[in-house]
């Protein structure tokens, strides 16, 4: 089976643009989260969709945003980058809604804001 | 607000000898803890996990201990492994694991051969 991927891998910006970055579940896997990790601050949770709805959101400004399509493929936009947003973005899978103690992790996008 | 803390960012070992990372955590309502491992351009992978319910879980040569009262638990390998060094992150969740994962900051683990 195969894991969670994410594209692009590596991405450049600068300031003031706006990005988007995918996540493909693992096949059968509903539950999508968003972290953000910066040296220094690990981890930082997103949200999750599950179903196409938001289910949790993390606190990050409204430039951060995602959707969930009904394939469970699942798309994070920020807007208007800054510098500080440069960062590893990774997402990960689970089978259901919530159920963090089954999450698969995808390779993460290399996000640099220049 | 920092709420799963690990102190030490970075850890150097000893192959064959005892790894012990540590971490530490402020909220009381968490009741499920994970460990995950990151090699560089690969996303964290799931170690082990304990539940509130437990003080101690094993799984091969990882073991994690949870002390409640102190808010505080550590992941231990041994004997330690080149291939062990990552970097392991510790990470918190309510609801014995469904609800979102809080993460601490990482611990760089280098095993030395």
């Known amino acids: 089976k195969a894991g969670v991927t994410q594209t692009p891998r590596y991405l450049i910006k600068t300031r003031g643009q706006q990005v988007t970055l995918s996540c493909s579940p693992i096949s059968g896997h509903r539950s999508v989260s968003w972290y953000q990790q910066t040296p220094g601050q690990g981890l930082q949770f997103l949200f999750e969709y599950f179903s196409e709805t938001q289910r949790n959101k993390g606190n990050f400004p409204g430039r951060f945003s995602g959707r969930q399509f009904s394939n469970s493929r699942s798309e994070m936009n920020v807007s208007t980058l800054e510098l500080g947003d440069s960062a590893l973005y990774l997402c990960?899978?689970?089978?259901?809604?919530?159920?963090?103690?089954?999450?698969?992790f995808g390779p993460g996008t290399r996000l640099t804001v220049t | 607000d920092q709420q799963v803390k690990q102190n030490s960012p970075s850890l150097s070992v000893q192959e064959g000898r005892i790894s012990i990372l540590n971490c530490d955590y402020t909220n009381s309502m968490f009741d499920y803890f994970l460990w995950y491992k990151k090699y560089p351009a690969e996303g964290p992978t799931f170690l082990i996990s304990?539940?509130?319910?437990?003080d101690k879980n094993e799984d091969g040569r990882f073991t994690v201990f949870l002390n409640k009262s102190a808010k505080h638990l550590s992941l231990h390998i041994v004997p330690s492994q080149p291939g062990d060094s990552a970097v392991y992150f510790c990470a918190a969740s309510t609801n014995f694991g469904n609800e979102k994962l809080t993460f601490g900051t990482g611990t760089r683990l280098t095993i030395i051969p």
């Open positions: 990960a899978s689970s089978l259901a809604e919530g159920h963090s103690y089954e999450q698969y």
């Open positions: 304990i539940s509130s319910i437990k």
